[in-house]
């Protein structure tokens, strides 16, 4: 099932950074980073009320405190997303930033960043890596 959902994100965010593109275009880079924010706010409280309900007062009890600077992070993501896509296309900048998410992930668990669970280093992971960077370089490849 994690498969599916991890497939499903990927399918998401790649067709939402091709969607924000188009709408930069017309709007400009912050006009849409705030309506697709804005509209994540939307969906976030619907799903929140049609769901659990929980009190926002337990945002208080999240330690430590810089782990809710998602939000944040989300502006910078959408606007990294955008202007990679429209500088190198969907494919190449979608390929670029899978394979970076890849890495800093494997960063994080090898030295048990941020509160997760410290891992060995393998060095196959490390191939799988480069094996990852090549394809890019493949793919980038122009006879």
């Known amino acids: 099932m994690g498969i599916i959902i991890a497939l ?69 993501i959408t ?13 190449r900048a979608v390929m670029i930033i899978v394979v970076s998410q890849v890495f800093v992930a494997y960063v994080i668990e090898l030295f048990g960043m941020f509160g997760v669970e410290k891992v060995e280093f393998e060095f196959r992971k490390l191939l799988g890596m480069l094996l990852s960077i090549g394809g890019i370089v493949l793919f980038k490849y122009k006879k």
Request: net charge positive; aromatic share 10%.
């Open 79 to 91: 606007y990294t997303v955008i202007k990679s896509m429209d500088i190198l296309g969907p494919a």
């Open 8 to 76: 499903i994100s990927g399918l998401l965010m790649s067709v939402q950074g091709v969607f924000n593109t188009g709408v930069t275009k017309t709007t400009g880079m912050w006009v849409c980073n705030c309506f697709v924010q804005f509209t994540a706010l939307l969906a976030g409280m619907v799903m929140w009320y049609v769901t659990d309900r929980q009190s926002f007062s337990k945002l208080t009890e999240v330690t430590p405190k810089y782990m809710l600077l998602g939000g944040i992070i989300g502006t910078a």
